[in-house]
């Protein structure tokens, strides 16, 4: 798949400008460097800025902890990050540190272009790609702003799991929440993504405000014992799509490390070989609503990795996850 995948990026890729009305649109890149600005530059965003990653966060020992503050208790853990505490709420077991500082990255970022009096501003990871961007057509970034509220909060322009049958080239964008079950290309989950989104600056001022984000805090904490994304705060997903407000457009306009540059060469970064099998499923999937390829096939998922293939929803959906057969 990896193969197929760099195949249509070079061959279908040619230089293309976003629309003019969206050129002019701040554009921060987490993580980011002076060649990747270059390339997300080349798609003719105009203002393009870095915005640097978290790496310096660690679990507070028993001798440093303030267990005022809740070090770790039941499903609440803290972590520190320089002078920065951070309370997270989370029962997963397959959370983790570097997950959790690319979440707090991502609001670090939006503290920064709010104070810096951005109306919206683009935001990317280091790992988004430009190769959609010239088949965008008329369902571009564009046609998605105009088809939104005004008072809207985020648009989502990535989707990592998406079922293919609900991608589409429809102009007008949906109202969407990463806080659902969905019956998805990696089985019943919600749709995972945060490659790419745009934010307004009422919604940036509803996430900082929401997760209590501060120059020395922030406060992940989920209280609702029938959320789904309760145990999965530490992602960036819970934290910016789980609120009010939120749409995503009908297919992906961005990619995720399709091409050799932001495949920084020619494999994924990927620490477990069935995620590097998912991402490039994922790739493969969201091409094939551009009509440049077929979809993974149920055959292939099935061999592959067998969970990700859910059973025909019929009956009652009334015991996830113990029994998801019947959850449409």
């Known amino acids: 798949m990896q193969s197929l995948i760099l195949s249509i990026v070079d061959e279908s890729s040619s230089l293309a400008c976003v629309p003019k009305s969206v050129q002019h649109l701040p554009t921060m890149i987490i993580g980011g460097s002076a060649k990747i600005e270059s ?41 520190t990050c320089g002078s920065r505490q ?23 970022t939006i503290q920064t272009a709010y104070d810096a009096g951005h109306e919206q501003v683009l935001i990317l990871e280091s790992d988004a ?27 989502r322009l990535f989707e990592w799991n998406r079922d293919v049958s609900e991608m589409n080239s429809d102009e007008v964008a949906r109202p969407f929440s990463i806080d ?16 790419a989104y745009i934010v307004s600056r009422p919604g940036m001022r509803y996430l900082l405000d929401r997760w209590s984000v501060t120059d020395t805090s922030m406060d992940f904490r989920n209280t609702d014992n029938w959320s789904v994304c309760k145990r999965y705060m530490f992602t960036s997903e819970c934290l910016l799509f789980m609120g009010p407000k939120v749409f995503q457009t009908t297919r992906s306009l961005f990619g995720h490390q399709m091409g050799q540059v932001t495949r920084r060469g020619s494999e994924r970064k990927n620490d477990f ?16 609503s551009y009509n440049f390829t077929q979809a993974v096939p149920v055959w292939h998922r099935s061999t592959i990795h067998p969970s990700s293939v859910l059973p025909t929803a019929e009956g009652t959906c009334c015991d996830w996850p113990t029994d998801e057969s019947a959850c449409g």
């Open 180 to 195: 659902e079950l969905h019956r998805t290309s990696a089985g019943l989950q919600p749709v995972w993504g945060a490659v």
């Open 39 to 79: 390339y997300v530059r080349s798609a003719c965003f105009e203002n393009v800025e870095s915005a640097p990653s978290t790496t310096n966060c660690m679990e507070p020992s028993d001798d440093t902890c303030d267990h005022s503050f809740e070090c770790n208790n039941n499903d609440t853990y803290a972590v």
């Open 273 to 288: 070989e069935i995620l590097a099998w998912m991402n490039e499923a994922s790739s493969i999937d969201i091409l094939s």
């Open 86 to 108: 951070v309370r997270v709420s989370s029962s997963s077991t397959f959370d983790t540190l570097k997950t959790l500082q690319v979440a707090i990255a991502h609001m670090n």
């Open 129 to 155: 790609d430009m190769a959609l961007v010239p088949h965008w057509g008329k369902a571009g970034l564009d046609a998605a702003l105009n088809s939104i509220p005004a008072d809207y909060h985020v648009l």
